[in-house]
Every structure is written in C-alpha cells, then in structure tokens.
T-cell receptor, first 109, second 115 residues
Framework: TQLLEQSPQFLSIQEGENLTVYCNSSSVFSSLQWYRQEPGEGPVLLVTVVTGGEVKKLKRLTFQFGDARKDSSLHITAAQPGDTGLYLCAGIPGNQFYFGTGTSLTVIP | KAGVTQTPRYLIKTRGQQVTLSCSPISGHRSVSWYQQTPGQGLQFLFEYFSETQRNKGNFPGRFSGRQFSNSRSEMNVSTLELGDSALYLC??????????????FGPGTRLTVT
C-alpha cells in the first residue's frame, strides 16, 4: 500500500483541454509538494503547499491543498505539449520523503 | 548556481558485482538524499545524509550503503548486485531540511542496468 495515491495513473489528452490530477492519503502532512519529471531527467519541484485549503497558481497550473492536509490536486488549464511528463506529489509524514505513485501525462498536439 | 550533478549517467554491471555512484549537491546544500526509481515501485527513499551523518534510512537491504564527505558530496554503494537493482538512482540536495519546508533539488540520475 502506497502512502500517497495518485489518480489517474495515465492521462492522454489533446492540446487545449483541461485536466486535474489528484493526490490522496490517509495521513496528515505538514506540507505537500508537486514535481514534474521528464524522461531521462530528475524531478523538478513545481510548488509547495503548506496551509490547509491553500491554493497556489503557477501560470496555467493551479495547486490546492485539502483542508485536512491529507490530499492535494493539480489542475492544468489549456494543456500544451510542453506539459507532458510524469507528475509526482510528495510529502513528509515523519522523517522521510514519500512520493506518490505518479501520473503520466501526455498532451497530444 | 550549478545544479545537482551525478556521475556516471549510465552504468551497466553484471550480477554479483558492486557499484559506486556519486552525487555533488548544489553549493551550500548540506543535505543529500538518495532515491531509487523503478517503473513498478516508483520513487523510493534510500537514505539521507546531513553533515556527514546518515540521518534517515528507507526500507532497503544492507547491500545499499552510502556516505557523505566534508564537502557535502555523497556516494552510494550497492554490493552484490541483483537484477532487481536495475533502476534510475536519483540524488537530491536541500539547504537545511530541519528549517521550515524541505525543498529538494534533484540531479539527472544514474541509470543502472544489471545483467
């Protein structure tokens, strides 16, 4: 059983469409982070959410932290081919980082 | 500021051999963490070093070990390689995880293939 479950696992959409990726857990996190990883590279930090209910925007990406700090979502508006990659959520419930199961996004031109 | 560097980028070894991977963190970062990434298990935490001391350890067998030097550079070693050790090994550095939010910066990884 994974501590952080992401859904969907795979997503293939057309350019211009909107999408939402979910990151869920039964544990409470002091903060959650979202990363994007492209093939052959390491994950790159996109955002950190700290406060329950917090919403952060990064251009076309909107991140939300659940009120109970157990879940988070990533919404992409008008997806572009450059958004293609593996999206990972991550958090520290104790002393070490746990990463989510990942969502592989493909945006078709 | 230079990012996290890992060497080598690619490595092919045979079962039973041992391997050493190297990581140079961002200048000023004192924490280095190692992760194993596989298609089946995703990203899994191996261990974290801070100021030359192993501070946290994941659930991996003792064949996996690491160390950190006084300049914060880190190495990880895998002995008696098994086919299942084939993976992307990622190193991440952070400034001071004990203070506030821990933001990690990853290197490009070392792709290890065990045949």
């Amino acid at each position: 059983t994974q501590l952080l479950e992401q859904s969907p696992q795979f997503l293939s959409i057309q350019e211009g469409e909107n999408l939402t990726v979910y990151c869920n857990s039964s544990s409470v996190f002091s903060s959650l982070q979202w990363y994007r990883q492209e093939p052959g590279e390491g994950p790159v930090l996109l955002v950190t959410v700290v406060t329950g209910g917090e919403v952060k925007k990064l251009k076309r990406l909107t991140f939300q932290f659940g009120d109970a700090r157990k879940d988070s979502s990533l919404h992409i508006t008008a997806a572009q081919p450059g958004d293609t990659g593996l999206y990972l959520c991550a958090g520290i419930p104790g002393n070490q980082f746990y990463f989510g199961t990942g969502t592989s996004l493909t945006v078709i031109p | 500021k230079a990012g996290v560097t890992q060497t080598p980028r690619y490595l092919i070894k045979t079962r039973g051999q041992q391997v050493t991977l190297s990581c140079s963190p961002i200048s000023g970062h004192r924490s280095v963490s190692w992760y194993q990434q596989t298609p089946g298990q995703g990203l899994q935490f191996l261990f974290e070093y801070f100021s030359e001391t192993q501070r946290n350890k994941g659930n991996f067998p003792g064949r996996f070990s690491g160390r950190q030097f006084s300049n914060s550079r880190s190495e990880m070693n895998v002995s008696t390689l098994e086919l299942g050790d084939s993976a992307l090994y990622l190193c991440a550095s952070s400034l001071n995880p004990a203070r506030g939010v821990n933001e990690q910066y990853f290197g490009p990884g070392t792709r290890l293939t065990v045949t």
